[in-house]
């Protein structure tokens, strides 16, 4: 099992910037990719971005391509999402998730999901 902490969420205003963590635990040796993915009320569970495990491969929604980077610490399994001139549309619950098999846009790739964290932009 893999557990997974997500954290840094919070209130921002439109053109801010947040980073998220995600703070992996347990068998995380046996994670292929990471992802992060949002919801917002009423709305299905989108991607965001995912990175591979050696961190060489990342991949983005097109809605945040050049506002968010994805990326990852091994050494403290520890993987980020800094996102910068956030938008009221960016509002959304924040998930960080883990796969065992592959990496990339697919909710059902992911294995290990964390419990969220919220954030909110305001305009």
């Known amino acids: 099992q893999v557990q997974l902490v997500e954290s840094g969420g919070g209130l921002v205003q439109a053109g801010g910037s947040l980073r998220l963590s995600c703070a992996a635990s347990g068998r995380t040796f046996v994670t292929v990719g990471m992802g992060w993915f949002c919801q917002a009320p009423g709305k299905e569970r989108e991607f965001v971005a995912a990175i591979t495990w050696s961190g060489r491969m990342v991949y983005y929604a097109d809605s945040v391509k050049g506002r968010f980077t994805i990326s990852r610490d091994n050494a403290k399994n520890t993987v980020y999402l800094q996102m910068n001139n956030l938008k009221p549309e960016d509002t959304a619950v924040y998930y960080c998730?883990?796969?065992?098999?592959?990496?990339?846009?697919?909710?059902?790739?992911?294995?290990?999901w964390g419990q969220g964290t919220q954030v909110t932009v305001s305009s």
């Open positions: 998730a883990a796969s065992n098999r592959n990496t990339g846009s697919r909710a059902a790739l992911y294995d290990y």
